[in-house]
């Protein structure tokens, strides 16, 4: 089996390679506090060995609630925000066909999604696109107290129990959550609905490989296996013994470390796969969640090119050099599309008959590499064989070895996030809930 890649070639002329190397004791040491378990926030490390943890169980448990689900519903709605959204829309996007909604002769229920923000008329255009159709809910919450999906699963719940009955409506609601605390796990106990259990010792950013992840895209018919096999196979990878250049996750932190203290303040995660949009987005909570704090971080920004090469390319090729780039390559696409030949030829275009428009693409993220490095925009390049749940997996594992490398060698702790609960004192004592 292939593996994804990391190519550091592209990222010097800010730092020196021998700077980075200067670091492989500092990313080993960090590399090596992880696996301790005695540096900061010790208490949620339980997405290290999770991959190679997961039992056959636990999977045949997850599968087996997805094929009630499947069997009853055209649609599921998977309920949730921050962590316990971001990893399943990033696989579903990434790995169903781009139009899945549209296609007519299907074998999976579609996935729509609520809790992941407050808009009124998001929730009523749910709600009507839901009437007359057989839906059911995956609610997941690991504090089981946000509000935002705990708002939207009120709605849903009242919905879906009066188009089907209370009784029928129980065996269509999933609840992912605390073993013991939460709003969530109290309505769950009192209600009946099938549970799962985000373990205490994995924070939100780092459970796409619990239940929070794996049971809404069982649902979506995608191998829920082979993500998993992807991701044990970094989890090997990756390890504390693997020496530092051969070290995927240990090479990125430092070089992500090394260009920060030199005046490199904001990551862009590039891609050039349209599929790919979402996993830019649950990268920029594990990293912006686990390294902003304390006055510090990388400020993680993403783009999808070529499309944003024509609204940020200026800032990118141009803007202040206080940004580097990390693209996320796709070597081969599933499918072959080649440009057609015609007559007229008027758009101009014959130059490029009978070639794939994979082709074009290929060059167009060199081109861009070569102008961004021209134009002093350190550049690292994570290769993907395919978008495929295996290559996934890997992905999903890399990212997160490599940013609790990269947290402890910033000098945060990297599992807490305290600065997201600000907000919400201050908007639950405008709206004048009890005690705030
Ligand atoms: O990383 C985190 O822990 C947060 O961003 C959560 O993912 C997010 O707030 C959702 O929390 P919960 O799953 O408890 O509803």
Known sequence: MKSIGLNIDKAFGTIAKEQVFAQAAKADASNNLL????????????????PSSITEAELADIE??????RSKCEIVVAIG?????????????ALNNSFDPLLTDRKNPVILYAGQN????????????LKGKQFGIINISKSGTTTEPALAFRILKKQLEEAVGKAEAKQRIVAITDARKGALRTLADQEGYKTFIIP???????????PVGLLPIAVAGISIRELVKGAVSMEKATAADIPFADNLAAVYAAVRNELYKNGRKIEILANFHPKLHYIGEWWKQLYGESEGKDGKGIF????????????????????????????????????????????ADLDGLNYLAGRRVDEVNKMAELGTQMAHVDGGVPNLKVSLPEVSPYYIGQLFYFFEKACGISGYMLGVNPFDQPGVETYKKNMFALLKKPGY
């Open 118 to 129: 407050i808009g009124e008329d998001y929730l009523f255009e749910l709600s009507e696109v």
């Open 64 to 69: 087996q609630t997805a094929n009630l689900l």
């Open 35 to 50: 696996h301790s378990g005695k540096g900061a926030g010790n208490d949620f490390l339980g997405w290290l060995h999770l």
């Open 300 to 343: 993680p920004a993403s783009v999808d090119l070529t499309t944003d090469l024509h609204s940020m390319g200026q800032w990118i090729q141009d803007g202040e050099r206080s940004i580097f780039e990390t693209v996320i390559s796709v070597e081969s696409p599933d499918h072959t599309v080649k440009v057609p030949s015609d007559a």
């Open 81 to 93: 925000i921050g962590g316990s959204y971001l990893g399943t829309k990033a696989v579903t996007e």
């Open 200 to 210: 205490d010792n994995v924070g939100g950013r780092f459970s796409v490989l619990t």
